[in-house]
């Protein structure tokens, strides 16, 4: 029943970096593995006891499983919001996860538990004499291991003890979906209160990418034709050059780019979004997603999304599935041509979701060649970085289609297109996805991109004075100061310093991961 631990304290040696925490990570472990065994002591019944033997090797397995996996692909241990990640994944991001770090370090690991369970479990049901010891001194030496262990794992390790934080993680994140169940599924706010907007013809968009990464954007110097079509109306628009996401996974960073979350206050209390502020500032509201809404309440962009007045899911199937963002277009269509002076649209693409393969048709496969002066060079390589380019460039095609919907409509309207994140797809490391752990600048780097019709320019024209408006660097837990500032709306609270667009705008530090500056990173 050791054998788990075992496998822990060798294979971590080789894929943990030493220190206090890998010893720690032991320890943690070791003390669990004690707990087991002591308990299976106080079975007395035979037959009993090997079925229990059977279920805690099997338990240890799978935490070790989970851990060396872990050490393996980020080199470190596995973390709350690591677990936040995993309660919040469905079942199509979980393959999409399997499919990029289920490498053959990882299935040698699954090799070696599975086949020393067969040999346990073989060896356990082909002695049907074995003894067991139940005497009454190794119950009492039992009972002393249990309380000593746990002693030791409440009192110092319970970070390290795997099932005691991710009970306690899940019981974090139950509250916290429960508070943003309850803050941000509602059309209005008591949280937003003094909102003032201009009364008058109003079509604004916001689209919000997905894995893209600017790092494979023509628009941002990249050397492949990725944006043939924003290419062609690029003096129509505000292509902002240092624009960074404050987390690499979807669900952490809507939070703060939606709301009024930020880094020193995550999933705040008294929190609301830029959907109900646009609801109470007199808008028709749209939500347009090509994102699975997996039960209408599970995740945070789906929790923001049914704020709104209209709300579209269009996508029910996972990201295993062909899944296209042009079929988004008619819907959009049809949106701007309701009745109604004040709309606002939010438009959730699929954008460059993993499987990269799945987000464009067959006619749009461009890429096929290698890339040249790619960093890495081997066949997978090739491949991803051709199917992620090919991603990028139909998005292209999608961002542009959604702008010309709007440029017919000719109003006083805007189209802001961001992502939520991007990916490392082999820029500057061997790796293809996104994880906060390595947290690379591709994974940070994302467009920020503003289209505006000649009625808001003529309305706005010191907005397009500025040229050092594009160089601001910028976090996007701001937005919604930037979103309430280009809408023309105002609130109490509203802080003009947090809007890429004011002229009160201040640079501030942007903190990542755990207190980092993005911008001392080597």
Not at 4 to 18: H, R
Not at 272 to 279: D, F, G
Request: aromatic share 14%.
């Amino acid at each position: 029943m050791s054998y788990p631990l075992f496998l822990v304290i060798v294979l971590g040696f080789f894929f943990m970096p030493y220190s206090k925490s890998y010893l720690k990570e032991i320890l943690a472990f070791g003390f669990l593995t004690a707990i087991v065994i002591s308990i299976n002591i106080f079975i007395v019944k035979r037959k009993f006891r090997k079925r229990m033997i059977i279920i805690s090797l099997l338990i240890l397995s799978v935490f070790t499983f989970i851990k060396l996996s872990f050490y393996v692909n980020y080199e470190t241990k596995i973390s709350a919001s690591a677990l936040y990640v995993i309660f919040e994944t469905n079942r199509n991001e979980a393959s999409d996860f399997i499919s990029n770090y289920f490498n053959i370090t990882v299935f040698v690991i699954l090799m070696l538990l599975l086949l020393f369970l067969w040999y346990s479990i073989s060896y356990l049901f082909r002695n049907e004499n074995l003894s067991f010891n139940n005497t009454i001194a190794h119950k009492i030496l039992a009972f002393l291991i249990i309380v000593i262990s746990a002693f030791c794992i409440n009192w110092k390790l319970s970070r390290e003890n795997i099932v005691l934080m991710s009970i306690k993680s899940y019981d974090d994140y139950v509250e916290t979906k429960s508070l943003l169940r309850k803050n941000l599924a509602r059309p209005l706010s008591n949280n937003i209160t003094d909102i003032t907007s201009l009364d008058m013809p109003q079509t604004y968009v916001v689209v919000i990418g997905e894995s893209t990464s600017r790092w494979h954007m023509q628009l941002y110097g990249y050397d492949r034709e990725t944006n043939p079509k924003l290419i062609e109306i690029k003096d129509e628009l505000i292509v902002f050059e240092d624009v960074i996401t404050s987390n690499v996974h979807t669900i952490i960073a809507l939070d703060k780019i939606l709301t009024f979350s930020d880094f020193n206050n995550p999933n705040k209390e008294k929190n609301a979004s830029i959907v109900q502020l646009a609801n109470q500032a007199g808008f028709e509201t749209f939500w347009i997603s090509n994102q699975r809404p997996v039960g209408l309440h599970e995740s945070v962009s789906t929790l923001i999304g049914n704020a709104a007045k209209n709300k579209m899911f269009l996508n029910t199937d996972n990201s295993d599935y062909d899944i296209y963002d042009d079929k988004l277009l008619p819907e959009i269509e049809k949106a701007l041509n309701k009745k109604g002076n004040k709309k606002m649209l939010f438009i959730h693409l699929i954008g460059a979701h993993s499987r990269y393969l799945r987000r464009y048709p067959k006619s749009s496969n461009y890429f096929k060649s290698n890339k040249t002066n790619a960093s890495y060079t081997h066949k997978k390589a090739f491949k991803m970085i051709n199917e992620y380019d090919n991603a990028i460039r139909f998005n292209d095609y999608v961002v542009r289609g959604i702008i010309e919907k709007v440029r017919a409509v000719n109003t006083n309207s805007y189209v802001l297109y961001f992502s939520d994140h991007g990916d490392e797809v082999y820029d500057t490391m061997d790796l293809v996805g996104h994880n906060e752990y390595y947290g690379t600048k591709p994974m940070y780097d994302v467009p920020f991109i503003g289209w505006f019709s000649d009625e808001y320019r003529s309305l706005n024209p010191e907005l397009f004075k500025n040229s050092e408006l594009y160089k601001r660097p910028y976090l996007l837990e701001d937005f919604i100061h930037s979103f309430s500032d280009i809408s023309s709306i105002e609130f109490k609270g509203i802080n003009y310093e947090k809007s890429i667009f004011s002229d009160a705008f201040k640079t501030k530090k942007r903190l990542i991961r755990k207190n980092e500056d993005y911008d001392k990173r080597k």
